[in-house]
């Protein structure tokens, strides 16, 4: 798998090069004429990208919209125990508790949004809720909760025995220190384009493990973790929050697209801004993804090890993104 994303890595970044020309062609001699994809396309973050994906395309392959794909899609990553950054099994903040943010958006602009919810499983379908059911957009803590009891979530305890124990262990030293990448942190950000030519994106996590109680991160909050716009495309963050929330960071990687920039440049745009904000990044991982209303894809996070999957036509594959080191 290792020599297979490898191998991925390299073709990326060559496409990358070709894409301003207009073609872009894309891992080992396979010729994908990146501007011209067949319609519906996904895209997620990360490993586990790959499960979301895989629920997500079989919607849109039956004519499904691009939001049920990316919902039903990361509720698949949300009810796995052993993605202990996303949902059920989630690891705790500092005093225990298991706290789930996220957000889904359509390119007309509706948009929905919880933060800091206990005890409910699938924040997405929540969030969808508040988009639907609700004159709101975002909803948070103890009102949240009653909101999903109000639409028949159930309540559960969300803090598996796996992550009860990496929490004690953590709380011998208790020295909080975020350290962002695949290990520890890695939230599920989805974006699909439907047979329609429709956009929606959804983003999910319990985001960074041993935070502040009442600390929320970029997932939650539209523009910073997620943004979709019909008119030119949608993207997604990952990583340390605090980092893409002060860049406005997914927004605006569509408004660079909507100026010209290819997916991937786009978010290696904003990954450019957010190196220039900060003194020391050696500890920071950001990752964007992005998806142009014509199907073209992309992906670059600033650390290496940042992975995204992609489903197309007949096909999963795992692609290592490039990266700014
Ligand atoms: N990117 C998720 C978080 O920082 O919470």
Sequence with gaps: MLQKRRTFLKTTSLGLSVLATGTAYRCQGKS???????????????DHGMAANKVGLNILKNKGSALDAVEKGVI??????TVQTVGLGGFPDREGNVTLDACIMKGDGQCGSVAFLQDIKNPIAVARKVMEKTPHIMIVGSGAKQFALEMGFK??????????????????T???????????????????????????????????AWKMH????????????????????????TGLGEAVIRTAGSAM??????????????????????????????????????????????????QPGFTYALGQNETHELYQATSMF
């Design 214 to 237: 009442g600390r929320v991160g970029d997932s939650p909050l539209i523009a910073a973790g997620l943004f979709v716009d019909d008119e030119v495309g949608a993207a997604a963050a």
């Design 174 to 208: 208790g020295v909080y220190k975020p350290k962002i990448n695949i290990e520890n942190h890695d939230t599920i950000s989805t974006l699909a384009l439907d047979a329609n030519g429709h956009l929606a994106g959804a983003c999910t996590t319990s985001g960074a």
């Design 76 to 81: 698949v990553v949300e009810n796995d125990p």
């Design 253 to 302: 990687v569509v408004e660079a697209m909507r100026h010209g920039q290819s997916p991937e440049e786009a978010c290696r745009s904003v990954c450019l801004r957010i190196k220039d904000k900060h003194k020391d990044i050696s500890d920071l991982q950001v990752g964007f993804i992005a998806l142009r209303k014509d199907g073209a894809y992309g992906a670059y996070s600033l």
């Design 155 to 172: 309540e559960e305890n969300l803090l598996t025995e796996a992550s009860r124990k990496k929490y004690e262990e953590w709380l011998k």
């Design 32 to 46: 994908t004429p990146i501007a011209n994809v067949t319609h519906p396309v996904i895209i997620s973050t990360w």
